[in-house]
């Protein structure tokens, strides 16, 4: 038989571990889609936060106010002398008398024919835009209103705002709460992998042991295995949400997924932590494990 | 000492190895000679009794100072144990990458070694391609590389051919020249008698010394 030439002074040690087997490609798969999952609700979660944010600043910053003429009074002229009062009130920005045809393009979706507002005393709106920093109060527009002996109702979009709010708080628990739960079962699925992955190589976790490896020289060699193996899952699910989060950024400019879900490119960040995590989870569980094997031997 | 729940395996066992002495153990299959090594390369505690190794209590050592009491004993197991994953090489290595040592101030010692017990054209296969004889004999190697203090082999001669049988124990003679104390259980009877030292007997668990074993026999563990 021919024999190889084997060189001594080159020999490097061998892993102490046997290499992968069929298990660790699927381990992989799992976690990787676990990761996908985690990140991308992290993604989602974020993007709702922030529209949220959006809509109730927008509702923040601004005001409006139904005019209604007394007599004498045309509605036009009711509304102008609103307006020029709520321009001189501390924390209005801009106060803008909407003319008529506004007016009744506001009221045409639920009329229909506005014709029939001809005779009728339509009550005009006055639009506020609130100084962004110091917005006027309601109680100081109302007093403005009543002092000038003017007949109207101011809405500060306040029971709006609270409802957004409530739903956004609402949303980005129930964000977290899966958010949670995936990333749990993303452990879980690591520990158990590992325990199994341990279990199978009990006869070498053994000869290690009556060799006189110490616990934790045994658990290292568990812990750095899985750890690589769960970054590198968790490099392609956390890629892979990164991925989809960029493309419903890119498909969504101005109009289409934007409004709802303004992905931001900052929120692509949230993939960053996932193989590190993965990776951590891992050696921990592994280390668990390993220690919990040899402990079993001692 | 017993398995699980089963009935104790060995009892009244009593005896005492000196440093630097050399010893066989015989007995039937079963009789608790696998058993009796098992005890003394911590692998297995002591269901009631006492253990005492290099002069220490056994249930008294810390547990993170047992790997550096194993590191001292050298075990050739009856069913080998070597990992299939690594070459012939690197099994022979392994107990002195796990005591810490560098590559650079072994790799001709192993080479050495296993050229010493034939397998210098083998040293990379791995183990599942060797024949019963060859793996035996890596068992060996890799037991006595790290120059144990005590050797416990466990039938290292139950392959091998009655040349080679007595190039192994010519090796234990030699180990044991330069301090180690050996304890080999073997069904082996020309070698026992060849080698013309002590017996320790066990029959069903129980130990009946032969020969001129007595006068070293002390201590107790069951
Ligand atoms: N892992 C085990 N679990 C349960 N019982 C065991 C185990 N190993 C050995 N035994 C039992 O302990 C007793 C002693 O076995 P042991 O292996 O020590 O015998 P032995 O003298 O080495 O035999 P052999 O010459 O066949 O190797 C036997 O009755 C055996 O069935
Ligand atoms: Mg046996």
């Given at each position: 038989m021919a024999l190889m030439g084997f060189d001594v002074a080159r020999w490097r040690p061998g892993p102490l571990l046997p290499g992968s087997d069929a298990r660790d490609g699927s381990l992989i798969f799992v976690v990787a889609v676990l990761t996908f999952l985690a990140v991308a609700t992290a993604i989602t979660g974020l993007a709702a936060d922030r529209a949220a944010r959006g809509w109730t600043a927008q509702l923040n910053h601004s005001a409006t106010v139904v005019v209604r003429p007394s007599a004498g009074e045309t509605p036009d002229g009711a509304a102008a002398k609103a307006a020029d009062a709520l321009a001189g009130v501390k924390g209005v920005a801009e106060a803008r008398a909407l003319e008529k045809e506004k007016a009744e393009a506001l009221l045409k979706p639920w009329?229909?024919?506005?014709?029939?507002?001809?005779?009728l005393p339509v009550p005009r709106l006055v639009t506020l835009d609130l100084d962004p920093k110091a917005p006027a109060s309601l109680a100081s527009l109302t007093a403005k209103l009543k002092e000038q002996g003017i007949d109207a109702t101011v809405d500060d979009h306040r029971l709006w705002i609270a409802d957004i709010e409530r739903g956004a708080r609402v949303a980005r628990w129930s964000m977290l709460g899966v958010f949670v739960l995936i990333s749990a079962a993303a452990a879980a699925v690591i520990a158990f992998a590992t325990r199994a992955g341990l279990a199978a190589r009990r006869d070498v976790v053994e000869v290690l042991h009556l060799s006189g490896a110490s616990s934790g020289f045994t658990a290292g060699l568990f812990q750095w295995r899985f750890a690589r193996m769960a970054a590198l899952a968790g490099l392609f699910g956390g890629a892979g949400a990164a991925i989809l989060g960029a493309l419903a950024r890119m498909a969504g400019g101005g109009a289409g997924l934007t409004p709802v879900l303004p992905v931001a490119w900052i929120d692509l960040a949230a993939a960053i932590p996932a193989p590190f995590v993965a990776a951590i989870v891992a050696a921990l569980a592994a280390r668990a494990a390993a220690l919990s094997l040899v402990r079993e031997m001692a | 000492m017993r398995y699980g729940r089963a009935p104790e395996v060995l009892n009244n066992i009593n005896f005492q190895l000196m440093p630097g002495s050399f010893h066989f153990v015989t007995g039937a299959s079963g009789a608790g000679k696998s058993s009796l090594l098992k005890m003394i390369y911590l692998a297995h505690r002591a269901s009631r009794g006492r253990v005492s190794l290099f002069g220490r209590d056994i249930s008294t050592v810390p547990g993170r100072d047992l790997p550096f009491l194993r590191r001292r004993i050298g075990v050739v197991f009856q069913e080998f144990r070597l990992l299939d994953h690594l070459s012939a090489f690197d099994n022979v290595a392994l107990p002195l990458r796990i005591a810490g040592k560098k590559a650079n101030d072994y790799r001709q010692d192993v080479a050495e070694l296993l050229r010493w017990v034939g397998l210098g054209e083998r040293m990379?296969?791995?183990?599942?391609?060797?024949s019963g004889g060859e793996k035996q004999r890596l068992a060996i190697a890799r037991a006595v590389i790290n120059r144990p203090d005590v050797l416990l082999a466990d039938e290292?001669?139950?392959?091998?051919d009655p040349a080679m049988s007595l190039r192994i124990l010519r090796l234990f003679v030699e180990l044991n020249r330069m301090g180690t104390t050996i304890l080999i259980a073997s069904h082996d009877e020309d070698l026992v008698a060849n080698s013309g030292r002590p017996v320790l007997h066990l029959d069903s668990g129980r130990l009946i010394a032969l020969g001129d074993a007595q006068g070293n026999l002390h201590g107790e563990a069951g």
């Open positions: 009329l229909g024919d506005t014709s029939i507002l001809a005779d | 990379q296969a791995e183990p599942p391609t060797l290292p001669t139950g392959n091998v």
